[in-house]
């Protein structure tokens, strides 16, 4: 799992998997910011978290960071990377070494609002229904195919922090419910289209 955030996502991801919801196992943890909370809440559960430095770009990691990248998640042996909040682009290599295994999570109901603080151009624009999106990740911004979505309302006297902290709440539902779906083999992507075959 990568994120630069807080980890709430990550947390509600581990919480499902020591519930039994989530039939997998965080092999690894990693962040481009060394204080990153999702870092401390990794390490709290015991489970193999690292800084990695991102080089000298700002909102990509450089040619050396996405290589060690790369050679940490294969180390792992890492089936499906999840990003939770991890605020950088990537590209190249890291796309090719994992295609069709990286998942991501975006605060709107895509292909709305992709890009930065999403929560706060729904509220701009004035939508009434906004939510959280899991997609696959592909080489553009936030446009990969969609898995699952959940809905949020916008509600009147809304500010971006309590509208960011109502979709978060979705995220913490939907994220595990679509990482589940996921390992248990439950999801096949045709282009575009990704299709749910729950067990019976
Ligand atoms: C989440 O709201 C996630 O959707 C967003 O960052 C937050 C991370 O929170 N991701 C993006 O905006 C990616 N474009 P967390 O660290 O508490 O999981």
């Known amino acids: 799992m990568l994120g630069s955030g807080?980890?709430?996502?990550?947390?509600?991801?581990?919480?499902?998997?020591?519930?039994?919801?989530?039939?997998?196992?965080?092999?690894?943890?990693?962040?481009?910011?060394?204080?990153?909370?999702?870092?401390?809440?990794?390490?709290s559960r015991g489970l193999p978290a690292s800084?990695?430095?991102?080089?000298?770009?700002?909102?990509?990691?450089?040619?050396?960071?996405?290589?060690?990248?790369?050679a940490q998640l294969q180390a792992a042996r890492v089936d499906l990377v999840v990003l939770a909040g991890f605020m950088r682009v990537l590209k190249g290599d890291f796309l090719r070494a994992f295609e069709g295994r990286i998942v991501n999570i975006h605060p709107s109901l895509l292909p709305c609002f992709p890009g930065l603080q999403?929560?706060?151009?729904?509220?701009?624009?004035?939508?009434?229904?906004?939510?959280?999106?899991?997609?696959?990740?592909?080489a553009g911004i936030d446009s990969g195919a969609i898995i699952g979505q959940q809905t949020v309302p916008v509600l009147d006297g809304d500010t971006p922090e309590t509208l960011?902290?109502?979709?978060?709440?979705?995220?913490?539902?939907?994220?595990?419910?679509?990482?589940?779906?996921?390992?248990?083999?439950?999801?096949?992507?045709?282009?575009?289209?990704?299709?749910?075959h729950p067990a019976a």
Not at 52 to 66: M, S, V, Y
């Open 6 to 43: 807080q980890g709430s996502n990550f947390v509600a991801i581990a919480e499902g998997i020591s519930f039994g919801q989530v039939p997998a196992e965080v092999a690894l943890v990693l962040s481009d910011v060394e204080t990153a909370g999702i870092l401390a809440q990794a390490r």
């Open 51 to 70: 800084y990695l430095p991102p080089g000298k770009f700002r909102t990509k990691l450089d040619e050396e960071a996405e290589q060690s990248l790369v």
């Open 164 to 196: 960011h902290q109502r979709i978060h709440q979705a995220e913490h539902e939907l994220y595990p419910r679509c990482v589940a779906a996921l390992a248990r083999g439950e999801i096949t992507v045709q282009g575009r289209l990704v299709k749910w």
């Open 118 to 138: 999403a929560w706060k151009q729904a509220l701009d624009y004035g939508v009434k229904v906004t939510g959280c999106t899991v997609h696959f990740v592909d």
